[in-house]
């Protein structure tokens, strides 16, 4: 098959027409092999179309496939911030099983504004995706209106919305049981002796951080502690940097435990608390939420509750693409990992 340009400059890209002369075969019999159709091609005829389109360099068309399907191979993923580990983490599961069903995984950041999360839908919409997984964390148990209508629509065009945690509404959800994880840590850390302590929130609202600093104050109230006061900022290093500051401010006696709604505000905190002269630790005592792999790096280890992220993102994925799902699943295990920056007090 080789020669199959030779000695003339091609100046428009090769077609199926093209491919189909090249391989000696229908145009249907191409479009079968390239364009992913069910039906079933011989094999000497599906080599055949193969090395003929690599040779002449060919590729299949997205858009016009999207526009006969109704849906592109696009698993379209909608995160808070893409610099966040946690996301970064949910990110490559989604990633690892987009592979395997040979989809193409676009992302698009919300920087958690519902209105800039609209806009995205919309946009996103426009590419006809395979499934669209929403994993910023939402506000309320239902959707912004018009997410809401565009969900309808690419569910009416055969794509699948699946939504991380609470407030899916009618949407498939992957689970993750935060305020139960949140009250094993609290329930753990007041076995550890540990009487006071202090919360670094997001604001009030957000269902994540809601759920963890409610679940925490449950877990460490029935082992005889008390929350004295939840700083509200965000979920970014900075923010528990700055809660953290505020809070040492105010004043903070040794032996109190700061909990913080995600590792990456524990790690600011730290960062604050030696900033101020204080150790984390034998002084300050802090722990974290979802052990992204920096909280083992630091010093001393973080404290924190470990979510399967990568597992989070794959079962996202398969919910949206797999045609049965259990709805009554069960919440993906969380555990609690009592590291050096909560040692067990005297």
Same mark, same amino acid.
């Given at each position: ?5 030779? &000695?003339?400059?091609? !100046?428009? /890209?090769? *077609?199926?027409? %093209?491919?189909? #002369?090249? +391989?000696?075969?229908?145009? $249907? ?72 069903? &040979?989809?193409?995984? !676009?992302? /698009?950041? *919300?920087?958690? %504004?519902?209105? #800039?999360? +609209?806009?995205?839908?919309? $946009? ?223």
């Amino acid at each position: 098959m080789s020669g199959i340009a030779s &000695g003339r400059a091609r !100046t428009s /890209a090769p *077609t199926l027409h %093209d491919v189909a #002369r090249a +391989a000696g075969v229908s145009l $249907a019999t191409a479009s079968r092999v390239l364009n992913g159709s069910t039906r079933n091609v011989a094999e000497s005829y599906r080599e055949r179309v193969e090395a003929a389109a690599a040779e002449l360099g060919y590729t299949a068309n997205l858009s016009a496939q999207a526009t006969a399907r109704g849906t592109s191979e696009i698993i379209a993923l909608l995160v808070a911030d893409i610099a966040d580990p946690y996301f970064a983490q949910i990110a490559a599961g989604v990633a690892r099983g987009a592979d395997e069903a &040979g989809l193409v995984m !676009t992302i /698009a950041v *919300t920087e958690r %504004d519902p209105e #800039r999360e +609209a806009r995205l839908v919309r $946009a996103l919409r426009g590419q006809q995706p395979r499934g669209l997984i929403l994993a910023a964390s939402r506000t309320s148990e239902s959707m912004h209106p018009s997410i809401r209508t565009d969900v309808d629509a690419l569910a009416a065009a055969g794509a699948r919305t699946v939504a991380l945690g609470r407030g899916a509404d009618r949407l498939r959800s992957v689970l993750i049981d935060n305020a139960r994880g949140a009250r094993d840590l609290g329930r753990a850390l007041g076995t550890y002796g540990y009487r006071r302590a202090i919360v670094l929130a997001a604001g009030e609202g957000i269902l994540t951080s809601d759920d963890r600093s409610a679940g925490f104050a449950e877990g460490f109230a029935d082992a005889g502690g008390v929350v004295l006061k939840v700083y509200r900022g965000g979920f970014t290093r900075e923010s528990g940097a700055s809660l953290m500051t505020q809070a040492l401010t105010d004043g903070i006696q040794p032996g109190t435990l700061v909990f913080a709604i995600s590792d990456l505000v524990a790690i600011g905190a730290m960062s604050a608390v030696r900033d101020a002269g204080r150790d984390v630790g034998s002084d300050i005592a802090v722990c974290g939420f979802d052990d992204i792999p920096a909280g083992r790096d630091v010093t001393p280890a973080l404290t924190t509750v470990s979510v399967p992220l990568d597992q989070v993102g794959y079962s996202a994925l398969r919910a949206a693409v797999d045609e049965e799902w259990d709805a009554a699943a069960s919440p993906l295990a969380l555990s609690v990992l009592l590291r050096g920056s909560t040692p067990l007090l005297p």
